[in-house]
């Protein structure tokens, strides 16, 4: 229903962008094509009992060479901005030298493509998918990495930015720290605290190094042009306390927001480690080393937030877990899901209010720095109906919800300039492979054939109207 019909809704703010994400190992298959060098999810998702049913990205959505197609269904969705990011061994094989001229190439038609169908791009330099080559000299753990990803990023700059105003360094460095080298579910693979600490680090610097290369590398805007604005996306959480009254509660809650959210805010926001992130979380001397801080707290335009659900943490004083409850590997403490929240296919709390805390909490704690949310979304059981169609309603009210609830840190105060939905389309879900479905489009992974679903509509009809409808 358009607002017309008098329904009633909830206005954004002129000029907010609407638009959707994806990212390059998830969506292009590939592998090999103009060039490109193998990377760490490459290697990773061929090894045995690493990604479900040994899913690996070889095809995926087919998206290298499909990507007209795939912006004119981001068209169709009205779709103002669209997020998606460069596969780093299809411009450097190796990690390092000279471009892959093919590699280029690629992506500058991309985003010729979308500024065609004016379409915004926002581009993520890193989403993952790390050279191979560099992995095999110590990857992320290691500090030449962040050095080298500056380089990365001067070239792509170089070459796509005079067409491309909106960047992203890295995306989420907590889960290429956590699930990459401390627990092991994502590519490298490795189970190592040390490698782990090293990486959040040197994933902080890549940023603030990559930062300073994009801006001395981006051409001048002509006079009246646009600016460059360079941010770096995260994965935040709002932590909430099993029991508010139980103290034990309260401070694990505090603990886990330090770990999750603090580990990367803070040094950014105020350039220093939060005081009680603890010796497993916190890099050591030997990893920090002079000057640091002052590269990776160096001003950026915008902060990319990816929100899917919140975290509630407590502490089963009597040692017994209960129905839901997921270990956190210290003493008896437990994420806990409690009966009367929704999950969705992955597991995760649908809890919209979770968002809006985290907006406010921003709002206070970064304050003058505009937020885009760079991914939200959920994965649903979908199906196509006899008739063709895809009814995802849950999907649909997850959306409004969380749109609601940034309504309404909007009218807060928070300075909130943008929405992404994760994704496009359905496609390669890491680890879960091909059997987690985010996309506002579904794919037949048989055919690639590409049909939008009733999400899709819903999305395209907000989109238009700069505005939710509220009942
Ligand atoms: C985020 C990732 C994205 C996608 C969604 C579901 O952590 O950035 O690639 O997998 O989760």
New binding site residues.
Partial sequence: MSPADGQRRDAFPPGFLWGAAT?AY?IEGAPAEDGKGRSIWDTFSHRPGRTAHGDTGDIACDGYRRFADDIALAARLNAGAYRFSISWPRIQPEGRGSANPAGLAHYSRVVDTLLEHGITPLVTLY??DLPQALQDKGGWAARDTAELFADYAGIVAGALGDRVRRWITI??PW?IANMGYRWGQHAPGIRDVHQATATSHHLLLAHGRGTAAIRAAVPAPPSGGAPTEVGI?L?MTHVYPADPAKPADRELATDVDAQMNGVFLGPLIDGAYPARLGADYAPGPQIVRDGDFGIIRAPIDFLGV?Y?APQIVGVREDGIFRRGDTPLGRGHAVFVHPDGIPVTA?DWLVHPDGLYELLVRLRDDAPGLPLYIT?N?A?CADYVNPDGTIEDTERIAYLQGHLRAAHRALTAGADLRGYFA??LMDNF??SHGYS?R?GLVFVDYGTQRRIPKRSAEWFADVARNNSIPVD
Avoid: I, L
Wanted: glycine share 4%; proline share 0%; net charge negative.
């Fill in positions: 990212a998830q989403h993952w995306n989420e889960v996306t994965n990816n899917y992955m991914e979304g994965a994760w994704s879900e890491w987690k985010f």
